[in-house]
């Protein structure tokens, strides 16, 4: 897999694939993506053969304005409200499609429903808009493997399989987009992330339920895989570190006892959440590579996109 630092030309380059049904990875600002033409049921098996991913589990399909949108879509007034408020950024509607949608059944997973997202980096909006079509683009990571942040993550986790990685520094956010299911009237949060509850509750008026991995029938197909693991164990709300084990710090580390620790990282040494979920999948990457037994998780603060972060590493640890 070739990576090719992001500009015009290699945007050109990017798009003249992904037009003649290749895949291509893509900079977003939640996590790199593996792209192709929503449309063309040839280039979307592209992607569920590369990541190895169950055809079951659908893929979300990507544009570059509501109106780009409004030919392959229903939005509910749920969907609108939600829309107006976080467009272009890291949240994904499920919603119900069109007639006269032409996105192959197989992005859908044959749903009658479609997850659709506007992502906010120039670099996405530019290479979906000049594609002309929606391009389907789930993270670009071995099905199971924790998401992509960098270009190098991309490369490390698909080898040569697509063409075409374009880099464009680090992903801000780090953590995938949240999932609101807006098919009924209200809406349910199906995979948790950089918008919260508490966002959506400003905007619709009630907070939304938060699908819970336990419920007996998720929302999200995606929800049942085995997901953002890495191959060591860990340990959460850790307040020491055991002999070989690595630390995996959030804020001060002054109150723990990290003597034993072979290995620290710090997620964020000022406590800040936003940056820590932007160091998450970076880190776990690290870490994991490092040889150590297992990995001590400090406790991290269940609120705003904390939860996010403690969703992922729960499931992490819950395999
Ligand atoms: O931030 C993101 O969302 C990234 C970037 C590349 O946009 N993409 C991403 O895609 O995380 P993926 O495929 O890794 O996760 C998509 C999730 C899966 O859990 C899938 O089951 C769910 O969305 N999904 C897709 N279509 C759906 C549908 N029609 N109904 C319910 N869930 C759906
Ligand atoms: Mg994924």
Redesign the pocket.
């Given at each position: 897999m070739t990576i090719k630092s992001v500009s015009e030309s290699v945007i050109a380059e990017g798009v003249a694939l992904l037009r003649d049904g290749c895949c291509v990875s893509i900079p977003?600002e939640?996590?790199?993506?593996l792209a192709s033409d929503a449309i063309n049921g040839k280039a979307v098996a592209q992607i569920f053969d590369i990541k190895g991913r169950p055809t079951f589990?659908?893929?979300?399909s990507?544009f570059y304005s509501i109106s780009h949108l409004s030919d392959y879509v229903e939005l509910n007034d749920t969907a609108k409200k939600l829309a107006s408020a976080f467009w272009p950024g890291?949240m994904?509607l499920?919603v119900k499609r069109s007639k006269n949608c032409k996105i192959s059944d197989l992005t859908?997973?044959g749903?009658s429903?479609?997850?659709v997202?506007i992502?906010s980096h120039p670099t996405a909006q530019k290479i979906i808009k000049a594609a002309g079509v929606p391009l389907a683009?789930?993270?670009a990571n071995k099905s199971g493997e924790v998401?992509p942040t960098s270009a190098a993550h991309v490369a490390e986790s698909l080898g040569d399989k697509a063409p075409l990685i374009i880099a464009d520094g680090q992903s801000k956010i780090g953590l995938?987009?949240t999932?609101i299911?807006c098919t009924d009237d209200r809406a349910v949060i199906?995979?948790m992330g950089a918008i919260t509850a508490d966002d959506c509750e400003a905007v619709l008026g009630y907070r939304p339920y938060v699908a819970d991995h336990n419920d007996e029938k998720p929302?999200?197909?995606?929800?049942l895989l085995k997901h953002y693991a890495p191959k060591t164990p860990l340990r959460l709300r850790a307040y020491d570190v055991k002999e070989g084990e690595a630390l995996l710090a959030f804020g001060s580390t002054k109150f723990m006892n990290i003597k034993n620790a072979t290995k620290a990282m710090n997620l964020s040494e000022a406590g800040d959440l936003h940056e820590a979920a932007s160091n998450l999948f970076s880190y776990l990457r690290q870490l994991d590579k490092s040889g150590v037994q297992s990995i001590a998780v400090m406790d991290i603060p269940n609120q705003g996109i904390g939860l996010a972060i403690n969703d992922r590493l729960k499931r992490a640890v819950e395999q």
């Open positions: 977003t939640t996590v790199y993506g589990n659908p893929l979300i990507h890291p994904t499920i859908c997973a749903l429903t479609i997850a997202r992502p683009a789930p993270s998401s995938e987009s999932v299911d199906a995979r929302v999200s197909p995606g929800q």
